[in-house]
């Protein structure tokens, strides 16, 4: 089944504290990218990836990192999280300029 | 900077009620364009898209759009909607040249009433 699986769904975690949420995708897309949903701001984009080792910017960037090392795997590193990096997490693959394939979501609560 | 404006982000209606939520996009040149809907908890799930071709679309669920080069607007009917299209809907633009961000409009948030 063609999916885009992230974990984990849900996390909570103090300020600080470095964490990871994982992406992969099984539909052999060049193109993945996350997002942060926020009520009353719709999809922010965070980071995306054109292809392997390939990343840039979004509208969104500070405070994240991520690494495109596998075509299928797209992980978002947060170094020190902040509780204004509260929200729920989406990422998304697809081929070049086509519709997006969008994960379950990691909702995330920094205290 | 490239936008995407949805000028409705509330809406309630009854059912079978016709439904037209706006989106305008603010980028000059060529753009494939979508709609996307998420239902309350789940994840965006793409309703339509257009590329190229016949400006009118259809999609699933009886959903179409219309695409209006010179309005940049790609508008979302649908002729009569059911309680179970209550959700959100997101319009996104991705343009085909220069950057290959994909741009989200901030959401129309859609109640249907029984």
């Known amino acids: 089944e063609a999916q885009v699986t992230q974990n984990p769904r849900y996390l909570i975690t103090v300020t600080g504290k470095k964490l990871t949420v994982t992406c992969s995708q099984n539909?052999?897309?060049?193109?993945m990218s996350w997002y942060r949903q926020d009520p009353g701001l719709g999809l922010r984009q965070i980071y995306y990836?054109?292809?392997?080792?390939?990343?840039d910017k979004g509208d969104v960037p500070e405070g994240y990192k991520v690494s495109r090392k596998e075509k299928r795997n797209f992980p978002l590193i947060l170094e020190s999280p902040s509780p204004n990096q509260t929200s729920l997490y989406f990422c998304?693959?697809?081929?070049?300029?086509?519709?997006?394939?969008f994960g379950p979501g990691t909702r995330l609560t920094v205290t | 900077a490239q936008s995407v404006s949805q000028h409705n982000h509330h809406v309630i209606l009854s059912e079978a009620a016709s439904l037209e939520l706006g989106c305008n996009y603010s980028?000059?040149?060529?753009?494939?364009l979508f709609w996307y809907v998420q239902y309350p908890g789940q994840h965006l799930q793409l309703l339509l898209k257009?590329?190229?071709?016949?400006?009118l679309v259809k999609g699933i669920k009886g959903f179409e759009a219309e695409f209006i080069k010179s309005k940049f607007s790609f508008n979302l009917r649908k002729p009569s909607v059911q309680w179970s299209d209550t959700a959100e809907y997101f319009c996104?633009?991705?343009?085909?040249?220069?950057?290959?961000?994909?741009?989200f409009g901030t959401g129309t948030r859609l109640k249907v009433l029984a």
């Open positions: 990836s054109m292809n392997v080792e390939v990343t």
């Open positions: 998304a693959s697809s081929r070049q300029g086509h519709e997006q394939y």
């Open positions: 539909m052999n897309h060049e193109y």
């Open positions: 996104a633009v991705n343009p085909l040249r220069g950057t290959y961000k994909y741009i």
């Open positions: 980028y000059g040149g060529t753009v494939n």
């Open positions: 257009y590329f190229s071709g016949d400006p």
